[in-house]
């Protein structure tokens, strides 16, 4: 698999604040990652950097193995970052032939990806009559003119209403489907657990997880159990051989195997034991709790 | 370089206050032509302008390079304000995500820069031949492409006005302001030159000093062209005054400007560069 970027110790400080510290981290051919953060957690001053629009305090990164300077092997990215930036007088059609222009590809792909994302009967009208969906989606008909190696996409849902919110997801998946990597900076969870199979989670500008997103969210699931005698119930499953621990969560009990076993397994050794259940529920932990308990720990 | 070139036309020509503005400009340079309509007929005095050897070669590559410098403000208000407004919009930054280096960001700036000054120095060349050839009372050859240094002054000032309003607007980042702080700026020199006079020690020649300032500089490069009409020393000497206005373009001045030029070159590229967007 080749390398796409390599980043290796990006420092950037702001004055005293240090707003990405010793990132370090490789993107592959082929993935869709995702980057995790709170609101102020460097995910944007990480994506400056290696878009070469805030300059390192220290580190370094390099774009297709270091064997191009970084605004030639931009060319060959697609990004769009926060905002949608287009010149508001100019239409649709003038806005992407500049980008055209300035990645020196051809001309003729504008069309076709006005086409992709729909704008196409509107390419004619300057950006500035535009509503915000669809502004965002000239965003990625732009970062998409030169069909780049790498799209990267920071928060592109922000501040979209429902529909819109759908329609650039729709675009994201088609897009990742035909195998282009993606990099996608978001602080909804969700967003990221569709759409990324690799992800990396920041903190005040640290690094702390970078991995596959299903190495994050599988272990080995929990059980969640009601039933007509509770007491009796949460005695078994404290004796029982597979189960680690158990929790009460309103008025359900949660277990927690200490191996992988099958739902049948567990439901029929309880009804051995002579226990109704009212409730089963076998669960994972979603990648929002994996989130939020990888936060936890780092604060400690 | 012709792609830096088209990407600055591009971005230029969609706007309609850009347009207008460079439109006015011309129509404004082409009027100095109507200077040559001025007629007073005061009983039986007539007055025709452009009989009073306005129009003379070589005299008319000066004064038309004067009077055409006054316009200039109408570029520089189009060069300001397409730079301060990559910031407001944001294009900047997309115009670097999408691949463009800090410094073809700049050159595609000075391209219109330069652009800009060649296009009204050759206008200007173009009005004052025809103007000449109509009015001139001498059409030797040697004579109408003689001090054609006038024009070469010409296009070396408004290279370094608009270098100063590019960086303005880079710097400040707001089209009103840079060009409100290019007023205060001219204020500053003004007030400059008045304290050297009053109260710099013997040793200092105030007028030497007050070359070196830019827009001073500048208009050093082009002088006033009227005190070299003969109607107008005519005039002075009958009121017993004695002219000694420098009216040529001379050669440190325009050293001077072209160092100007570059120090603004050189602040704009380490402003871009070491600012994060």
């Known amino acids: 698999m080749s390398t796409i970027l390599n980043v290796t110790n990006l420092t950037k400080k702001f004055g005293r604040l240090t707003a990405v510290n010793e990132l370090s981290f490789t993107i592959e051919k082929g993935n869709v990652y995702g980057i995790l953060g709170p609101n102020g957690s460097g995910k944007s001053t990480t994506l400056g950097m290696i878009l070469n629009v805030v300059n390192p305090t220290s580190g370094t990164f390099s774009w297709f193995d270091g064997t191009q300077n970084t605004h030639q092997a931009l060319k060959r990215v697609g990004a769009i970052i926060e905002r949608p930036n287009f010149y508001p007088y100019m239409t649709a059609a003038e806005n992407l032939r500049l980008v055209c222009r300035i990645k020196e590809v051809p001309q003729s792909k504008i069309e076709e990806k006005l086409e992709l994302v729909d704008l196409l009967d509107r390419k004619n009208d300057t950006f500035k009559t535009y509503s915000l969906g669809m502004k965002q989606r000239l965003a990625i008909a732009s970062a998409l003119l030169n069909d780049p190696e790498i799209l990267i996409l920071d928060e592109p849902t922000n501040g979209l209403d429902p529909q819109g919110i759908a329609q650039v997801r729709g675009i994201i998946k088609k897009i990742a489907a035909q195998g282009t990597t993606i990099l996608l900076a978001s602080h909804l969870l969700d967003e990221v657990e569709k759409v990324c199979s690799h992800v990396l989670v920041l903190q005040k500008g640290k690094r702390i997880y970078f991995g596959k997103v299903t190495a994050l969210t599988t272990d080995h699931g929990y059980f969640e159990l009601n039933s007509t005698d509770v007491t009796a119930l949460q005695n078994i499953l404290e004796k029982h051989n597979d189960i680690d621990k158990i929790e009460i969560l309103d008025s359900y009990i949660l277990a927690y195997p200490n191996k992988t076993i099958s739902a049948a397994e567990l439901s029929k050794s309880l009804s051995e034991q002579g226990i109704i259940i009212t409730h089963f529920a076998q669960k994972h932990k979603s990648l929002e709790e994996q989130f939020l308990s990888l936060t936890k720990n780092q604060q400690l | ?277």
């Not at chain 2, 490069?221 to 002075?236: G, I, K, Q, Y």
């Open chain 2, 1 to 277: 370089m012709k792609r830096l070139f088209w990407i600055e036309f591009d971005k230029l020509r969609a706007n309609r206050s850009s347009r207008i503005l460079v439109g006015a400009y011309f129509i404004l340079l082409t009027s100095i032509a109507l200077i040559a309509a001025i007629k007073f007929n005061i009983g039986f005095i007539k007055f025709h302008l452009a009989e009073q050897g306005i129009f003379n070669f070589p005299y008319v590559w000066h004064f038309n390079a004067f009077i055409g410098a006054l316009f200039k403000i109408f570029l520089a208000v189009v060069i300001v304000s397409m730079t301060a407004n990559e910031y407001s919009n944001k294009t900047i930054k997309q115009n670097l995500i999408d691949g463009l280096s800090k410094r073809e960001f700049l050159h595609s700036k000075w391209i219109m820069i330069l652009t800009f000054a060649g296009i009204s120095t050759l206008f200007i060349f173009v009005v004052s031949l025809i103007l000449g050839s109509m009015y001139s009372n001498y059409t030797e050859i040697g004579i109408i492409f003689k001090d054609l240094e006038y024009l070469l002054a010409y296009f070396l000032k408004l290279v370094a006005f608009f270098a100063f309003c590019l960086f303005l607007g880079t710097a400040i980042k707001r089209s009103a302001f840079a060009l409100g702080f290019l007023g205060v700026w001219q204020m500053f020199e003004g007030i400059c030159f008045g304290l050297l006079k009053w109260k710099s020690p013997s040793w200092i020649d105030a007028d030497q000093v007050f070359r070196l300032f830019p827009l001073n500089a500048m208009s050093n490069l082009v002088p006033e062209p009227f005190t070299r009409l003969s109607a107008v020393r005519n005039l002075a000497e009958q009121v017993g005054e004695v002219m000694q206005n420098n009216t040529v373009v001379r050669f440190w001045d325009i050293i001077i400007v072209l160092i100007w030029s570059y120090i603004f070159y050189l602040l704009t590229y380490r402003l871009l560069m070491r600012r994060d967007l």
